[in-house]
Each structure stands twice: as structure tokens, then as C-alpha cells.
């Protein structure tokens, strides 16, 4: 038996990195996916662990041999996700995570269409600035261009299967615990949307 496909996505600032690791310590048997990017490292990054850096030379002669299930330019840099970082692993039982965006999410739901994809929301604009903000990492340049863009992600998630809002962090954990366990059991998924959150997001 195949394993499951999970993917989750959110804009930057939501806290889609914290909620995938704590996911992936309480609840065994699921492994991340490490994307390749073409993006620096940042201060404590290690190669292979948060992601496969590569050159731009390098990932554009990936695309070319058609290794990657998914791709997308974000922000000016590309991120992927290859074929044999995943593949030999469903296919294996083991259950998979890929953490990207909505661009390549749309792509992976193509391909593999028995994928469950999850969009993270944030509680409010405020809380998803403050969190930018409080990352330490980015430009005041930087910061703007994610807002900005914050707003076309956020019009994708009803797209996803299901929407998680990351506003209480052990409640956020448990919804995406019980989506990956409805998975596995072959129930139904969580079904709230969360509209009036979203409309107030894109306000």
C-alpha cells in the first residue's frame, strides 16, 4: 500500500515551518520532503536539512530533465521538489510532507491528484506583520513584497482541502494532526473554510 501525500502551504509570516516540525515530532511515521532552492542560505542553515541548495545553472538543468514534481519561481528564487526525494518513499508505505506554495501545490494536486493539501492561515494581518517582523531576517524592503504578495496566496486557499488557522499554536497542531489521521483512516477531511477569516484577510 502506497503512503499518503500531504502538502502545506501559507504565506510568509504564517507559521508554516513551525507548525511542520512540531507535526512531524508528534505524530510518527511521516517524512519532509527537502525542497531544492537556488535561494542563500540563512543564518543556521545547513545543506540537505532545511533545503538542497543548488546554483540557478544548476536547478534550471534539474527542470530540464524533468526532475521535479513541482516548481516555482517565489520571491526570484526557485524552489523545487524532486521526483526521487518522494517517489521511492510513497511508494514504500511511508507517508510523505511536502512544504511549498500555492503555485507549487497546484502543480503536485496534477499530478498526484490522491495528495491531501492544507493551507495555513494567520489569525489576522496584524499578527501575520508582526511575525515577519519579528523573523529578524528580512529588509523592511522584503517585508512589504511578502504583505503585498501575502494577498494573492491567500486568495488560493480554497483550493487546498482543507484550511488550518494558526492563530493558538497547540490548537493549530492538533487540526493538522487529525487531517493527516483522517488521511490514514480514509475518513473525511476537516471540513471548515473559514470565509469570513479569509474576506477579512484580503480586505
Known amino acids: 500500500m502506497s503512503g499518503h501525500l500531504f502538502i502545506v502551504a501559507a504565506p510568509s509570516g ?61 520571491f526570484g528564487n526557485y524552489y523545487g521538489t524532486s521526483r526521487s526525494a ?11 510532507l511536502l512544504e511549498i506554495d500555492w503555485q507549487g501545490a497546484e502543480q503536485v494536486r496534477r499530478v498526484m491528484p490522491g495528495c491531501v493539501s492544507i493551507f495555513i492561515l494567520p489569525p489576522s494581518r496584524a499578527e501575520l ?3 515577519l517582523r519579528a523573523r529578524g531576517t528580512d529588509s523592511e524592503a522584503t517585508i512589504e513584497k511578502r504583505l503585498a504578495a501575502s494577498r494573492n496566496e491567500i486568495t488560493h486557499a480554497g483550493e487546498f482541502d482543507c ?22 483512516a480514509g475518513q473525511p477531511l476537516p471540513a471548515a ?11
Open 86 to 96: 518522494v517517489e521511492p518513499l510513497l511508494a514504500a508505505g511511508r507517508d510523505v
Open 193 to 203: 473554510r473559514h470565509a469570513a477569516l479569509i474576506a477579512q484577510l484580503l480586505a
Open 129 to 131: 506583520e508582526r511575525r
Open 14 to 74: 504564517a507559521g508554516k515551518s513551525t507548525l511542520v516540525n512540531a507535526l512531524l515530532q508528534r505524530e510518527p511515521g511521516i517524512s519532509l520532503s527537502i525542497s531544492h532552492t537556488t535561494r542563500g542560505p540563512r543564518p543556521g542553515d545547513t545543506d540537505g536539512v532545511q533545503y538542497h541548495f543548488v546554483d540557478r545553472a544548476g536547478f534550471e538543468a534539474m527542470i530540464a530533465r524533468g526532475d521535479f514534481i513541482e516548481h516555482a519561481d517565489v
Open 163 to 184: 484550511i488550518v488557522v494558526n492563530d493558538r499554536f497547540e490548537d493549530a497542531v492538533a487540526a493538522l494532526r487529525s487531517i493527516v489521521r483522517a488521511a490514514r
